[in-house]
């Protein structure tokens, strides 16, 4: 990629761009895959994306559909190039035809990131709950293993009702031939809860252990030409017993029996405590960061441009958009749960506002206490972006979208929380005392240790 920068005025440099057709061609093939990911598109052996959506979908230039997206792409790598970090992302503005297997030339303006400045860099002063480790923890755990752990055993005889278990066996036929998925000699079966057609739970609701009934049911089935049919079902059915639900008792002859990497249930509680503490302190960890950076937001100064305020509630919107449809939860319905159109629209201004402070405040810190970034920075963040990634493969992810200028002020502002809560006067109450009691400065401390 060829960028040349044309003019420079003020907090904003124009810069004309030249994407290679081999980088043309990269953006294109990431937009199809983005693209095949959104719309649910399955990946099929020898065919490509555009093949598939052709196929599927009627699209016969998929290049055309995705060619914003793919354009957009090519900004980071620009961004990255230069090592800049933008106020806000900026948009290309094409120059020649986008065309896969030729070059490709936009023009970049981009308005830099101000170094805004603090009213005071002095230690911030706050106030903090102490940390503590709740053992209710652990044994909630331990119930959940239990539950997940639950067998049927046998309860008194009784006839059966909707939603009680039994003990089985049955023979099924259809036309004569038995039905191997449906023969069973021990099975737990529970009535009513549409595991069966309705009509083998309305034979079968009243019988009693040791009774064996014979009867005809309907239910579902698939021809040989994948068609819906309504199958005809013989069976002859024996009820053996009724059951109930029993979760076992985790002591350390259950821990023996199924857990025997653990030596008692001692061991086994301690073994999640530490898991449940490791995790419990990384979220108090962040808490005080948080509250550190807030903090250092009151003492933001300047003015921040309407458009930098626009790009962050957009990207706040598509991020609540995204989750809201992953969860199925309707839009407007959010808004409206959350005070309506102009509550929620102040609060999402509010919340912009102090994520932009915020961050502008630790550029800040970062600045004034002449701080440098090392790989272990690097893969903290990438760490605290995608815990369940490898940092190394996060970091070259984002490299080779050319995101590394976004992975890199990141890195900075983690870096620049850390040590302001390494520095910061911190009062916090004891379990026992009320919020703001002075007290050992040992749980802080420990979070900021990590901070160097």
């Not at 052709?54 to 980071?76: F, H, Q, T």
């Amino acid at each position: 990629m060829k960028v040349t920068q044309k003019k420079k005025a003020d907090d904003k440099i124009l810069y004309e761009v030249v994407a290679s057709a081999e980088e043309v061609n990269n953006a294109l093939q990431a937009a199809h895959v983005a693209f095949a990911q959104s719309m649910g598109l399955q990946p099929q052996k020898d065919r490509t994306v555009a093949e598939v959506a052709e196929e599927r979908m009627g699209i016969k230039n998929l290049d055309s559909v995705v060619e914003a997206g793919a354009i957009e792409a090519l900004v980071p790598l620009v961004l990255d190039k230069k090592n800049i970090a933008p106020l806000f992302p900026p948009h290309p503005e094409p120059k020649t035809a986008f065309k896969r297997g030729r070059p490709f030339t936009f023009n970049l303006e981009v308005s830099l990131k101000p170094n805004y400045e603090l009213k005071s860099y002095d230690p911030v002063e706050i106030t903090l709950p102490a940390y503590q480790f709740n053992e209710s923890a652990v044994d909630a755990q331990i119930e959940d293993m239990a539950k997940r752990y639950t067998s049927f055993v046998t309860a008194d005889p009784k006839p059966i009702e909707p939603g009680d278990s039994c003990l089985i066996a049955m023979k099924c036929y259809e036309n004569g031939e038995e039905l191997k998925g449906l023969t069973t000699d021990n099975r737990t079966y529970t009535a009513g809860q549409g595991y069966m057609p309705e009509g083998f739970d309305k034979e079968i609701i009243g019988m009693q252990p040791g009774e064996t009934k014979q009867f005809t049911f309907e239910g579902p089935g698939i021809d040989e030409n994948y068609n819906e049919i309504t199958q005809v079902i013989d069976c002859t059915v024996t009820v053996k017993e009724i059951q109930k639900e029993a979760a076992p008792t985790i002591d350390d002859a259950w821990v023996a029996k199924n857990m025997p990497m653990y030596k008692s249930l001692a061991d086994l509680r301690s073994d999640i405590a530490r898991s449940l503490e490791h995790q419990d302190r990384e979220q108090y960890d962040s808490y005080c960061m948080q509250a550190v950076a807030s903090e250092l937001g009151q003492r933001f100064e300047g003015k921040i441009a309407d458009e930098a305020y626009e790009s962050m509630r957009n990207n706040l919107v598509e991020n609540m958009r995204n989750n809201l449809q992953q969860q199925g939860k309707n839009w407007e319905e959010f808004v409206e749960e959350n005070g309506g159109e102009q509550q929620f629209g102040m609060m999402l201004m509010l919340q912009t506002r102090e994520m932009l402070v915020q961050g502008f405040a630790l550029d800040a810190v970062f600045r004034h206490e002449k701080m440098t970034l090392n790989d272990e920075d690097i893969e903290q963040a990438c760490r605290m972006m995608n815990p369940q990634m490898n940092p190394k493969q996060t970091r070259k992810q984002f490299e080779q979208s050319g995101r590394g200028f976004a992975l890199r002020e990141s890195a900075e502002r983690m870096k620049a929380n850390r040590w302001a809560l390494s520095h910061a006067k911190i009062t916090y109450a004891k379990p026992d005392e009320p919020q703001g009691a002075e007290a050992s400065a040992e749980p802080v401390e420990a979070a900021g240790d990590k901070a160097e």
